[in-house]
């Protein structure tokens, strides 16, 4: 499989031979950061500017991380403090920046779409690294990585992506990816949280955790997001955690080999208990590990070959 | 890509295996031993070389030196040349080479820009006491100074003629032969 594309722009957009591609580049990846010297030549004198509108650490210093292991140079641009706050528009942000010749631009903004709007204005490589409630391809792909490595293939598993699903690009990113891969994808969380809509994308909808999460190879459980619950979609978070939280209980009823995911940050105790996060079923480091090999792979797919 | 056709066999299988057999016994004679060597073949057929030299050495001596495997994908100086991204596959070196004697191992040498890049790569894993190189064909046109230590066979070649080493490995059949365009 040769690499076509220009951007990483969702999950929506590859093809299963194209996820297989990063997923395989990816692991060949994996061996750079056993070494003592973490660092190969590959995009020396390229360029990657982080362009970050929205709170990210793990992300941003993943991207960060992966940049400068290819020997590239990573520069960081958060939106507080910068020209933006002096009224300067998105769109004239990015294109000041491209003017600086970067090769890639990793870009995370609030609204869906931005990074596929810079996509089109931009002569450098657009990598989404999270866009509103829309997309976060980097992020299913190391999700798929983590279930290839553990599990050894992806076809015919079942996954169940469990709670906040409508406020959730993690979930629809890995909804696309996972569908392309040959997985059954159960989501479940209380109904206000599933997007009524939610089967079209293929997937089954379950309002009860216990039947969710009985089959399941993997259980993904996704952040309650604090910042997002002001609008009285739940109760209370005390009853969310109650009724959604994964627990030692029920783990008890799930299958003796099932991983446990989750795609950080985790709320301790409210999505999932603390004795669940540090058992022997949670791969969630596995998944942080595998996110660095993940963002070497597409940086050296989109950035690596032909100088555009 | 234009297509080649078969010129010449070079190497038949007991011509391939007496060449591997003959790299073996020079490497043991030279380092005097295996106590300190270890075998690092370039990926694909390369490392398919180095094993069956290993092999050969253990006949020979009693003991198995190290094996490696190593990708040069990454370092690679015509990445921004070549019309195709070059799939990364993956490096398995899983001993120290810090003091060792590395015999690197592939299977054809040419231009010598692979050789370079698996040198750098080599370093970032430590600093071998020796490095030699070990090539099953030396086919010349060489564009960096660098020169073989064991050669299977040396084979003055035009630029535009490609050289084949098949393996049964890969290829079900053990021999080398030279190709030449159709057009």
């Known amino acids: 499989m040769t690499w076509k594309r220009k951007d990483l722009l969702s999950m929506q957009d590859l093809e299963a031979a194209e996820i297989t591609d990063v997923l395989d580049t990816a692991e060949s990846m994996k061996e750079i950061a056993t070494r003592e010297i973490k660092k190969v030549p590959t995009l020396r004198g390229k ?67 931005a990074p596929a709007l810079l ?34 293939h992806l076809e015919g598993l079942n996954v169940a992506i469990v709670g906040d699903v409508t406020h959730s690009r993690v979930a629809r990113s890995n909804i696309y990816g996972m569908k392309k891969m ?34 399941a190879d993997v259980i993904m459980m996704l952040r309650l997001q604090h910042e997002r619950m002001k609008g009285g979609f739940i109760p209370s978070i005390r009853e969310y955690s109650r009724v959604w939280g994964l627990t030692v ?44 090999a993940v963002r070497m792979g597409v940086l050296f797919l989109l950035a690596g070959g032909k100088t555009a | 890509m234009s297509a080649y056709r078969e010129k ?16 073996a016994h020079e490497i043991v004679e030279q380092a005097e031993g295996v106590e300190h060597v270890a075998l690092v ?27 490696g495997a190593l990708d040069i994908t990454l370092y690679r100086d015509d990445l921004g040349l070549k019309a195709e991204q070059p799939q990364v596959r993956t490096t398995e070196i899983s001993f120290p080479i810090k003091g060792r004697i590395v015999i690197l191992v592939d299977d054809v040498l040419f231009t010598g820009r692979t050789i370079r890049a698996a040198m750098d790569a080599l370093m970032d894993f430590g600093r071998p006491r020796i490095i030699r190189l070990a090539v ?26 490609t050289v084949a080493v098949m393996l049964k490995e890969h290829d079900g059949i053990d021999r080398v032969v030279i190709q030449e365009p159709t057009d």
């Open chain 1, 47 to 113: 360029t990657v500017v982080n362009l970050f509108y929205e709170a990210s650490t793990r992300t941003r210093t993943s991207f960060e991380i992966a940049g400068k292991w290819l020997s590239a140079d990573v520069i960081n641009f958060s939106a507080s403090g910068s020209s933006s706050e002096k009224g300067e528009s998105f769109l004239d942000t990015a294109k000041n920046i491209d003017a600086m010749s970067p090769d890639v631009v990793v870009v995370r903004h609030t609204a869906s779409g």
């Open chain 1, 119 to 152: 996509a089109r204005h931009l002569r450098c490589a657009v990598v989404n690294a999270g866009d509103g409630a829309h997309e976060h391809p980097t992020q299913a792909l190391l999700d798929l990585l983590t279930i290839r490595e553990k599990k050894g």
């Open chain 1, 182 to 215: 040959g997985i059954t994808v159960t989501v479940a969380g209380p109904p206000t949280l599933i997007p009524p809509a939610c089967q079209e994308l293929g997937v089954k909808v379950s309002h009860r955790l216990e039947e969710a999460i009985a089959h």
């Open chain 1, 249 to 292: 209980a029920r783990l008890e009823h799930c299958r003796p080999d099932v991983l446990i995911m989750h795609p950080g940050p985790v709320n301790r105790g409210v999505e999932l208990a603390p004795e669940v996060a540090d058992s022997q079923y949670s791969v969630i480091l596995d998944q942080v590990t595998n996110g660095v």
């Open chain 2, 8 to 23: 010449a066999q070079v190497l038949d299988e007991a011509g391939l295996d007496r060449a591997l057999t003959r790299i």
């Open chain 2, 41 to 67: 073949g370039i990926k694909t057929r390369g490392v398919t070389l180095a094993q069956r030299i290993t092999q050969k050495i253990a006949a020979i001596e009693g003991t198995k030196p190290s094996v």
């Open chain 2, 136 to 161: 099953l064909v030396d086919r010349g046109h060489r564009e960096l100074p660098i020169r073989p230590d064991y050669i299977g066979k040396n084979l003055p070649t035009s630029r535009r003629e």
